[in-house]
Every structure is written in C-alpha cells, then in structure tokens.
C-alpha cells in the first residue's frame, strides 16, 4: 500500500486489514527494520526522511474522513462578504468545496485544485495568483506567485501543510511551496492551519508558518494511544494557539469556566471583509481555549485551558 500510494495511515491500514492499530504499529516497526518505509507520527511513508513529500494523488487518499470533519469546522469561521487566502493542500481543497456556499466571498489562491472546486459558484469571487505550476500538488509556486501577492490584505489565511510541532509551527518539504505559504501568511490578519492528527508532532524541512503567527489550529481527535498528539496539541495552546478539535468528547486538562479571547490580529493590517469570531470581555488569566464538537457542522463546545 505505501508503494501504491508513497503513504498511508495507521487507521486506514488497519481498516483496510481488519486488525487493531497496535498490531498494525508493530509491524510497521518490523517493516521499518527490514528498510522497507520509514514510520510517520500516525502512519508510514516510503523511505526518504525530511526531503520527500507525497504527491495529491498519495495525499489524496490519507485520512478522509478527518478532513471532512476539519473542512466542516473551518467552513464557519468564515462569514459572508469576507476576504480569505487559501493555500493548496487536500484539507483545503475540502474547504473550498463548502466555501462555495458563503455568499459575497473573495477566495485568493494559489491551488488550481481550490479555484476548481469554487469555479462554478455564482456568488464567490476567485482570484489566483501568478507563478509556474507545480504539478505534484497542483499549485502555483515560485517568484510570480510571490509577487502577485504583495500588497493584498485579507482577514485570514487557511494554511495546510507536511507537519506541525509547537516547536517550530507549520512545516513542508518543498521550498518553493514554503515561500509561497509565507507571503500568504504575510497577506492576513490571523492564520488558520487545518491539520490531521497524524501531522502533530511531524516536523518536516521547511518552516512556513512560526507558532507565534498561527491564530489557531483546526484537526481532528487524536486517538487515545496517541499520547504525542495529545501532548503537541496541549503544547500548541500552551504557546497561544486557539484549538478548535473535530470529533471529540472529552474534556482537556487545565479547564476553567468562561471564554477566552484568543491570539488577537495583527494590529499591523486592516481586515477587509473581516467578521468578528471571539467575543470581547473574557475572563482575564484564561489561557488559549480548547474547543470539540460531537461532529461535522455542530457547535463547538468550549473547555478554556490555562496556561501552565
């Protein structure tokens, strides 16, 4: 399956075996001793450490049904009339197809795959970028993309990437696609990045997005075993990351009545278009809030976490 494919998740894979996930990690483990694949948090990958990176029709196939629940979620935080930028990526492509439902939106983009899903919607505007096309994910990546971007402000950005680590925040393995996410990043008021669980705690060779600029994080419920998710998200708030989790039941550690404001934007940029998601007059003291739904397009509820 990974040689079909160049990656797979631990869940599907033990789906698709009719078998547990912990015997599924095991013999990962031993496929990995024979050289076979290299392990990923929450799954496998063909051999080729930091450098390599799945192409769309690989991502394609990786943990759909989390990023249905993801693009869900993210869907409303946007509200009509609003200016956005998204970049390319499977999880956003999901989101564009239910953004074609906002009316008065302004999408820029630099993903032939996110203009397509949105071409035939009558009341959203698609800008895209300049650039050359990178085939691999169907983007438009290098100095063209860049500059066609300077100057445009928007009120937020929806980012996707390779991995993610309270460490060093959104990374990728392309550089040309890490530029381009940057000068995204550099266009928006806040920075949403949709991320799978199984992408918490990877760290790949290219930094996009700084953890101190993301606004906040959506994914999905990590699995009970997957305790280095669970501590990355905890680690993620802890720096000021407003988590919104899909999925989930269970409250998280470090609770406390009340909401929290969250990581503001950035005072340097006006927001075109931009509809306010977090009322005023939190309590003070509060740390970054930890949000979870039942499923797909309910309500989140909030369970705040302090900062320890």
């Known amino acids: ?3 079909a494919n160049g990656a797979v998740s631990l869940r599907e894979l033990a789906r698709v075996v009719q078998t547990s996930e912990v ?6 483990r031993a496929l990995e001793a024979e050289g076979l ?14 450098t390599r990176e799945s192409g769309f029709p690989q991502k394609s196939h990786l943990s759909t049904a989390e990023k249905t629940a993801i693009a869900d979620l993210a869907a409303g935080l946007v509200g009509e009339g609003e200016a956005i930028v998204v970049g390319a990526g499977t999880t956003t492509q999901e989101l564009a197809r239910r953004l074609a439902r906002v009316p008065g939106l302004t999408v820029v983009t630099n993903s032939l795959l996110v ?8 009341r959203v505007e698609v800008v895209m970028t300049g650039g050359t096309l990178r085939g ?6 290098g100095s063209g993309a860049e500059q066609s971007l300077q100057g445009l402000r928007v009120s937020r950005a929806f980012l996707s990437g390779s991995g993610l680590t309270a460490e060093r925040g959104l990374s990728t393995s392309n550089m040309l696609s890490a530029s381009v996410d940057r000068a995204l990043v550099q266009a928006a008021a806040e920075v949403v990045v949709l991320a799978d669980h199984t992408k918490l705690g990877s760290d790949t060779m290219f930094q996009t997005v700084p953890t101190e600029l993301i606004t906040r994080l959506v994914t999905d419920e990590p699995p009970a075993h997957d305790e280095r998710a669970a501590t990355e998200l905890q680690a993620l708030a802890d720096q000021g990351v407003e988590i919104t989790v899909a ?5 998280h550690t470090g609770g406390g009545e009340g909401l929290n404001q969250g990581r503001r934007p950035r005072p340097d940029l006006p927001l075109p278009g931009q509809r306010r998601t977090h009322p005023g007059g939190g309590p003070a003291g509060l740390g970054p809030q ?19």
């Open 37 to 50: 694949l290299d392990r990923r948090h929450g799954g496998a990958v063909l051999p080729g450490g930091f």
């Open 23 to 28: 015997t599924v990690r095991r013999d990962v």
């Open 136 to 141: 691999s994910n169907y983007a438009l990546v």
């Open 290 to 308: 930890l949000r979870s739904t039942d499923g797909p397009g309910e309500r989140a509820r909030v369970a705040d976490l302090r900062r320890r």
């Open 1 to 3: 399956m990974v040689r």
């Open 115 to 122: 203009a397509q899903a949105l071409a035939h919607a009558n």
């Open 247 to 251: 999925g989930s039941e269970s409250e």
